[in-house]
């Protein structure tokens, strides 16, 4: 806990926003810090709640609560509310590896989980957090440290994202030798190409690339494994294999005009744009761009919202986000959604408010559904909805059914698909005969071992699209069962 009156004395106060007029016309991050003496105070509102619901991550019917990596909040609240800020950063380190990542990305369920949170703002968690890790940079109290010894043993990492470089750091402190492929030509995964820079600049995600690479850990970036170097060529030359490769198999809509110039996935959008930003400032034209023309998204999840941002980046004439759910209601409904479920209310995300402020208002549409996409020479003009209500099937779940005579034609020039994922892509499990569970993602329950002896699974591809965090949960679990299984003990946590 901070101080023990704190969260009677101080009133929430979370990271501020750049004003949105001044980050349109730029790529940088749209939040900044706070000063170091407000977030003491924010600390102090910790209080003694007797049992922290707030860092250990559980899964309730609405979605995750409190912190899937288990952090200890109440402690490095308490260390930063005294000033002892690099003792803070060692108790942060000690479940994350990666606290300037879900210190920008994360959406905090361990601040739904907080009991300040029952009849009050909650505490500012994931400012604190990410307080806390930045402060440690700017200080140099965050270095390399390779591991003393090393094991002989040796462990390939498939995929670079979150699940992945947590796996290998992890791996790498228990001394195994760690070599992480990656098929595109920078290390990150979702971090480096699927989240844009505005939420997370990619000098963050470099910076801690270099320091694993510091600490002895091996990167190969264009090298996709079933095609540059085969999945059973790993198993020979390694002494066991961690498939971390996301769930990258984008959710389709197989409507009439599908196939018309204009209508794309969402990470073909975004990864398009960031690397070449990264490449060239945008001075390449390798990417799809929104300028100019009317944007319609399809999908009201993070993904949506980097569209939406994307979009009015590039000077789109306008964009708007269509979601096939009903409007959230806009305060919490505290008997249908009680603390500490993740709270069910509609959110205003970065893409939105700056929506507005272009275009005078939300770009969200609720309760719609894509019929047709109409195109004039192979190339998209508009699409064709239908408002739909969402009624119980025979079996108990709710559908959406159309509502006769909402029919709209919208005009649009980009349709960008952010539907979600499905799993992870094919090659690897063919060539391993992998077991998939039935959402086609590597079935690899116990232990994160899969069907195939040596090879292991975490991370989306193993539990299926989900968070930053839960990713790293992921990664951390697997190396823990990898070293045990190779040197039949461990002292990872």
Same mark, same amino acid.
């Given at each position: ?14 990271? %501020?926003?750049? %004003? ?104 500012? &968690?994931?400012?604190?957090? /990410? ?11 965050v270095f390399p440290e390779p591991p003393e010894s090393r094991t002989g043993k040796t462990v390939a990492v498939v995929g670079s994202g979150p699940a992945g470089l947590a796996c290998a750091a992890q791996l790498n402190k228990a001394g195994h030798t760690v070599t992480v492929f990656e098929r595109d030509d920078r290390i990150g995964g979702l971090l480096m190409y699927g989240i844009p820079n505005m939420k997370l600049e990619k000098a963050v995600v470099q910076r801690r690339v270099d320091l694993l690479a510091a600490e002895g850990i091996v990167f190969k970036t264009n090298t996709e494994i079933g095609k540059d170097i085969s999945s059973k060529k790993l198993l020979k030359d390694f002494n066991a ?26 990470? *073909? ?54 979601? &096939?759910?009903?409007? %959230? ?13 993740? %709270? ?58 159309? &509502?006769?005579?909402?029919?709209? /034609? ?34 690899? *329950? ?7 002896? /040596? ?25 823990? *069962? ?12």
């Amino acid at each position: 806990m901070g101080k023990p009156t704190g969260f009677l004395e101080y009133k929430r106060v979370s990271n %501020p926003t750049r %004003p949105v007029g001044e980050r349109l016309k730029d790529w940088n991050e749209v939040y900044v810090l706070r000063d170091k003496e407000t977030c003491e105070t924010q600390g102090a509102r910790c209080m003694d709640c007797g049992v922290p619901f707030c860092h250990r991550g559980e899964l309730l019917p609405t979605g995750a609560t409190g912190c899937p990596v288990y952090n200890l909040i109440p402690e490095w609240n308490d260390l930063i509310y005294k000033g002892r800020w690099k003792e803070a950063l060692e108790r942060l380190h000690h479940t994350n590896n990666f606290p300037e990542f879900t210190g920008r990305v994360c959406p905090a369920p361990c601040e739904a989980g907080c009991v300040l949170g029952i009849n009050e703002p909650a505490v500012t &968690i994931h400012d604190n957090e /990410r307080t806390i890790i930045d402060n440690g940079f700017k200080k140099g109290w965050v270095f390399p440290e390779p591991p003393e010894s090393r094991t002989g043993k040796t462990v390939a990492v498939v995929g670079s994202g979150p699940a992945g470089l947590a796996c290998a750091a992890q791996l790498n402190k228990a001394g195994h030798t760690v070599t992480v492929f990656e098929r595109d030509d920078r290390i990150g995964g979702l971090l480096m190409y699927g989240i844009p820079n505005m939420k997370l600049e990619k000098a963050v995600v470099q910076r801690r690339v270099d320091l694993l690479a510091a600490e002895g850990i091996v990167f190969k970036t264009n090298t996709e494994i079933g095609k540059d170097i085969s999945s059973k060529k790993l198993l020979k030359d390694f002494n066991a294999v961690v498939l971390a490769t996301g769930a990258t198999k984008p959710r389709d809509l197989q409507v009439e005009g599908r196939e018309l110039e204009g209508v794309h996935f969402a990470m *073909e959008f975004l990864a398009a744009n960031t690397k070449s930003l990264l490449d060239s400032k945008l001075e390449d034209g390798n990417y799809i761009s929104a300028k100019d023309k009317h944007v319609i998204v399809i999908g009201g999840g993070d993904t949506g919202t980097d569209c939406v941002g994307t979009s009015l980046r590039h000077g789109c004439k306008n964009v708007t986000q269509l979601e &096939i759910l009903s409007k %959230p209601p806009k305060e919490r409904n505290n008997e249908a959604n009680p603390w500490p479920e993740w %709270p069910g209310n509609q959110k205003i995300d970065y893409g939105q408010n700056e929506a507005i402020y272009v275009q005078g208002k939300d770009p969200r549409v609720y309760s719609v559904m894509t019929t047709k996409f109409e195109g004039e020479e192979g190339k998209l003009k508009a699409i064709h909805t239908v408002e739909v209500e969402w009624v119980k099937n025979e079996n108990g779940g709710m559908m959406p059914k159309a &509502i006769p005579g909402t029919e709209k /034609r919208i005009k649009a020039d980009l349709v960008l698909l952010a539907m979600g994922f499905l799993g992870p892509e094919d090659t690897i499990a063919e060539e391993l005969e992998l077991d998939l569970d039935r959402r086609s993602n590597f079935k690899a *329950e116990s232990q994160y071992k899969t069907s195939m002896k /040596r090879v292991f699974a975490a991370g989306d591809a193993r539990r299926g699209q989900s968070l930053v965090v839960w990713a790293i949960n992921e990664g951390r679990a697997a190396a823990r *069962e990898v070293d045990l299984y190779l040197m039949g003990d461990t002292v990872l946590p």
